[in-house]
C-alpha cells in the first residue's frame, strides 16, 4: 500500500528565503506526482504535475523535482512571500493517470513579512 | 464550466440529519471522485466514478454514505443519519483522459455535524 509523507508538518520562514519542501513515497512505481497548494478553508490548488518520466517541472517561483528510485519529491520555493503561506500537499495516484490519489498530511508554511 | 463547482460550500447538519452534497466537473471530464478532508490532515479517498460507472467505492466509510452520477456529469455525495465523525471538508475532483491531466479539485463542502 502507497504510503505518502511529509515532513515536517509545519514550517517557518523569514520573507525571501528560498526554501525546500520535502515528499516521500514508499512505492516508486508511480505514474506521476502533483503538488496542490490549499489555503485555509479552500479547496485545493494545483501547482505542478511530474510525469513519472520526468526529473522536474518548472513554474514561476516553483520547481518541484522527482526522484522514483529514492522515492523522493522536493517543492522548491524560491524567494518566498507571505502570500506563499498555505498548506502544500503532495499526491501519487495508486495506479495509472486517472485513479485514485495518495495524499501526504501536507506542510503548513507560514513565511514571515 | 471552468472549473469544478462544488454546493453548498458550508452546510451545518444537526446528527441524524440526511445531507446531499453536489458536484459540478469540468466539462467532459470523465473521471469524477470524492475525498473527505478531516481537520489537519490530507484528503482521503471516498469513491470514483467513469462516466456514470461507479468504479470504485472502497473509500466510503459506512453504509450511510452514497456517491451518484446518473448522466455521467453532476454527482451528489448522499451522507444519511449524520454523525459527528462525518464533520470534515468534502472535496470533489474531476480528470480528463490522457498521460499529460492531472486533477482540478472543487473549492470542497465543509460539512458540520452538531
Known amino acids: 500500500k502507497q504510503e505518502v509523507t511529509q515532513i515536517p508538518a509545519a514550517l517557518s520562514v523569514p520573507e525571501g528565503e528560498n526554501l525546500v519542501l520535502n515528499c516521500s513515497f514508499t512505492d516508486s512505481a508511480i505514474y506521476n506526482l502533483q503538488w496542490f497548494r490549499q489555503d485555509p478553508g479552500k479547496g485545493l490548488t494545483s501547482l505542478l504535475l511530474?510525469?513519472?518520466?520526468?526529473r522536474e517541472q518548472t513554474s514561476g517561483r516553483l520547481n518541484a523535482s522527482l526522484d522514483k528510485s529514492s522515492g523522493r519529491s522536493t517543492l522548491y520555493i524560491a524567494a518566498s512571500q507571505p502570500g506563499d503561506s498555505a498548506t502544500y500537499l503532495c499526491?501519487?495516484?495508486?495506479?495509472?493517470?486517472?485513479?485514485?490519489?495518495?495524499f501526504g498530511k501536507g506542510i503548513t508554511l507560514s513565511v514571515r513579512p | 464550466g471552468a472549473g469544478v463547482s462544488q454546493s453548498p460550500r458550508y452546510k451545518v447538519a444537526k446528527r441524524g440529519q440526511d445531507v446531499a452534497l453536489r458536484c459540478d466537473p469540468i466539462s467532459g471530464h470523465v473521471s469524477l471522485f470524492w475525498y473527505q478532508q478531516a481537520l489537519g490532515q490530507g484528503p482521503e479517498f471516498l469513491t470514483y466514478f467513469q462516466n456514470e460507472a461507479q468504479l470504485d467505492k472502497s473509500g466510503l466509510p459506512s453504509d450511510r454514505f452514497f456517491a451518484e452520477r446518473p448522466e455521467g456529469s453532476v454527482s451528489t455525495l448522499k451522507i444519511q443519519r449524520t454523525q459527528q465523525e462525518d464533520s470534515a471538508v468534502y472535496l470533489c475532483?474531476?480528470?480528463?483522459?490522457?498521460?499529460?491531466?492531472?486533477?482540478?479539485f472543487g473549492s470542497g463542502t465543509r460539512l458540520t455535524v452538531v
Open positions: 475532483a474531476s480528470s480528463g483522459t490522457g498521460d499529460f491531466y492531472g486533477y482540478t
Open positions: 511530474i510525469q513519472s518520466s520526468q
Open positions: 499526491a501519487v495516484p495508486n495506479t495509472g493517470a486517472n485513479s485514485k490519489l495518495t
